[in-house]
Each structure stands twice: as C-alpha cells, then as structure tokens.
C-alpha cells in the first residue's frame, strides 16, 4: 500500500506536493483527536462489565 501511494505522489506534479502533505496531516490529526473520545466512549460499555460481582470477587481473589 505504501508502494503504491508513493506511486501515485510520483505521477502528481509537485506543485500539488504541498495540498498532500496538508491532506497527510489532517489524517494524523484526526485520528489523535478521535482517540481519546473512543477511549472515553467505551467507558461506559466497560464499566457495566467491571462493576459485575464475578468481576470483584476475580479481582479481590487475586489480591491475596
């Protein structure tokens, strides 16, 4: 996949050099940005499972 996107830079004309890299970096951006809401969205889905009483007694079991 890289090979081919290196490809395709090659055919462009380098004028356009400078919208890739932009489009490149909002990519990365996006994807930071995005992360942490995922992270904070699942939470909630989680906990249901953390919360349950078998999960407590694994937990407390492993402490001794």
Do not use: C, H
Not at 6 to 27: A, C, H, K, M, Q
Not at 49 to 64: F, G, K
């Amino acid at each position: 996949m890289k090979e081919e996107i290196i490809s395709e830079l090659n055919d462009l004309p380098p004028r356009t050099y400078g919208e890739v890299l932009d489009f490149i970096r909002y990519l990365k951006f996006r994807r930071r940005k995005a992360a942490p809401d995922t992270a904070l969205a699942s939470e909630p889905v989680l906990q249901k499972d953390w919360l349950r009483p078998e999960e407590e007694e694994a937990w407390s079991a492993r402490e001794l």
